[in-house]
């Protein structure tokens, strides 16, 4: 007999979003595979964010950067962070966006997409069923995993503005 499926909570940790994040952008890139194949042909750019970078998971702390520029909340006040599912999208998207800063890559499409899912969400049916899906998938499995890591560090970039005070970069 198959056990019920876990009620979805009102909000999530810092850990158990990212766990959404990861799995929502490796579960969305078969859809967005075929809408961009020209451009990656050409350029690796969404492959090389889809799959290396989200099938990683050594991208920690571009997702506490993103917490912090989508709710404004510092790393440092994040350990005790609780999310809503459309606090997490917010960061979702920023996640995508400070991909393109940081690898200063142009992935235009998944960003365009996140934020036409947000505005109109009755035109990504699809979409918003993998979200869903991923959401109870986490709800399911993952939500007692804790290998979230802290101590990790943005990459430097040419345009990152580092605050030493904060000890946040080297």
């Not at 490796?26 to 750019?45: A, D, H, S, Y």
Request: with cysteine; charged share 25%; aromatic share 12%.
């Amino acid at each position: 007999m198959e056990t019920p499926q876990k009620q979805i909570p009102e909000t999530f940790s810092v850990e158990q979003a990212f766990t959404i994040n990861i799995y929502f952008f490796l579960n969305l890139w078969p859809l967005v595979e075929p809408r961009v194949i020209e451009e990656e042909q050409k350029l690796g750019t969404y492959s090389l964010f889809f799959i290396e970078v989200c099938s990683g998971y050594e991208c920690y702390a571009e997702w506490n950067e993103a917490i912090r520029r989508a709710m404004r909340v510092p790393k440092e006040e994040q350990k005790t962070l609780q999310l809503c599912l459309s606090d997490i999208f917010s960061c979702v998207i920023e996640f995508c966006k400070l991909h393109n800063e940081i690898y200063e890559s142009e992935i235009s499409y998944a960003v365009h997409l996140l934020e036409s899912m947000k505005k109109n969400p009755e035109n990504y049916k699809s979409e918003w069923e993998i979200w869903q899906k991923i959401v109870a998938v986490v709800v399911d499995k993952h939500m007692d995993s804790n290998g979230f890591n802290w101590s990790d560090r943005l990459p430097g970039w040419p345009n990152q503005k580092i605050d030493n005070s904060r000890g946040d970069h080297p």
